[in-house]
C-alpha cells in the first residue's frame, strides 16, 4: 500500500455533519450485553451501525427496543474468520455504511465486549475540545513476528491452540510451514518505503480521516488480502505514511516513546492479567476513576455484577 499514490476511487462522499458521532460496532455474542452497551450509546447526538457475525443466532428485537433516539443501522452480515482480512473488511463495510449515509463528526469503533465508562455528554466535550484530532493507539517499534504478519503471504490463517478445533490448528501448523519456505525464499510483500505499524484496533477517528480511509478502501484490501491480523496493522500504517500522521493524539510522546500507550486511543485496557483482562466488579474503582472514554472488555458470564454497575453509573446521568 503505497499512501503517496492512493487514488480516488468510490465516487462522491458526503460532507460531515458536524453535530453527530457515528458509533461502529462489531459483535458475535453476549447479546444481553450488547443490548447494555446500545443503550448507553443510544443518544440523539448518535447513530449507531452495527455488524453481528453471520454465523450468530441473535433476537434483533431486543436490540430494536435497547435504542430509542439513536439510528440504528445494520450493515450486511458476513463471517468473520480470526486473522483473517474479514475483519478489515467489516471495519470498512461499517466505516463505508456511514459515511455514505451522510458523514458524522467522529467515527468511534467499539466490540461488543465495550462498553463507555463517561456519560454521552463527557465524551462530546471530549471530543468537541479536541477537534481533528485522531485518536488511534500506536507500538512505537514492531517485532519481526508483527513485521511478517504483512511481509509474508498467509494462505491458510487459523487459530491454534488447546480450545481450537482440529481444523484450525492444521490451518495454523500449514500456515507456519509456508511461511519457513518463504523465508528461505526472502520473500517481502511490502514496498521498502512504507513504515508499518500496529496497534489496538478500536479507534476514534475524524470524519475527515474516515472518508479518506473509504476512498481507498480497494488499496487498503489489497494490502490485507494475504496478511495476518491486518486489523492491527492497516489503520496504523496508513496514517503513518500520510497526512494524518501529525493529527494523531500526543503524536510527539509516541515518536519517542519506547512502550505503547492504550491512552492516545481513550480506551482503558489491561494488558498486563489479560489478553486483554476482562474487568470485574472488585475493578470499579479503577474504572470509575479513570479518565479514559471507553473500556474493554467485559463479559457477562464472567462477571455480570461490573457491567450493570458501569450501566447504572454512566447510562441514567
Request: hydrophobic share 35%; with cysteine.
Amino acid at each position: 500500500m503505497d499512501v503517496k499514490q492512493l487514488n480516488w476511487k468510490n465516487g462522491q462522499i458526503r460532507g460531515v455533519d458536524m453535530d453527530k458521532h457515528a458509533y461502529l460496532v462489531i459483535a458475535h455474542d453476549r447479546f444481553d450485553q450488547l443490548a447494555l452497551l446500545l443503550k448507553m450509546i443510544d443518544d440523539s447526538r448518535n447513530d449507531i451501525y452495527l455488524h453481528i457475525d453471520a454465523r450468530a443466532d441473535f433476537d434483533p428485537q431486543l436490540l430494536n427496543n435497547s435504542v430509542k433516539q439513536s439510528k440504528l443501522i445494520y450493515v450486511n452480515r458476513r463471517k468473520v474468520r480470526w486473522g483473517s482480512s474479514d475483519q478489515v473488511k467489516t471495519e470498512l463495510d461499517l466505516l463505508r455504511s456511514s459515511v455514505k449515509a451522510g458523514g458524522y463528526k467522529y467515527y468511534h469503533l467499539l466490540s461488543g465486549h465495550d462498553l463507555p465508562i463517561q456519560t454521552q455528554d463527557t465524551i462530546h466535550a471530549f471530543f468537541k475540545e479536541r477537534e481533528g484530532v485522531n485518536f488511534v493507539s500506536f507500538v512505537p517499534k514492531i517485532s519481526g513476528d508483527d513485521m511478517e504478519r504483512v511481509s509474508l503471504y498467509h494462505l491458510c490463517t487459523g487459530r491454534r491452540g488447546r480450545q481450537s478445533p482440529f481444523w484450525e490448528n492444521a490451518k495454523s501448523i500449514s500456515d507456519a510451514l509456508i511461511c519457513a519456505i518463504e523465508r528461505k525464499l526472502r520473500i517481502n510483500r511490502i514496498d521498502k518505503t512504507i513504515t508499518i505499524c500496529k496497534g489496538a484496533n478500536w479507534f476514534s477517528i475524524t470524519g475527515d480521516l474516515a472518508c479518506d480511509l473509504v476512498r481507498h478502501e480497494s488499496e487498503i484490501l489489497d494490502f490485507c488480502k494475504y496478511g495476518f491480523c491486518c486489523d492491527e496493522i492497516f489503520l496504523q500504517t496508513y496514517i503513518w505514511n500520510s497526512k494524518w500522521r501529525s493529527s494523531v493524539f500526543h503524536i510527539a510522546e509516541l515518536e519517542t516513546s519506547s512502550h505503547e500507550d492504550i491512552s492516545n486511543s481513550m480506551r482503558l485496557i489491561d494488558w498486563n492479567r489479560g489478553k486483554p483482562y476482562t474487568w470485574r466488579i472488585q475493578d470499579k474503582t479503577e474504572l470509575r476513576d479513570s479518565n479514559m472514554l471507553f473500556a474493554r472488555k467485559f463479559d457477562i458470564n464472567i462477571d455480570e455484577a461490573i457491567v450493570h454497575q458501569i450501566f447504572e453509573w454512566y447510562s441514567h446521568c
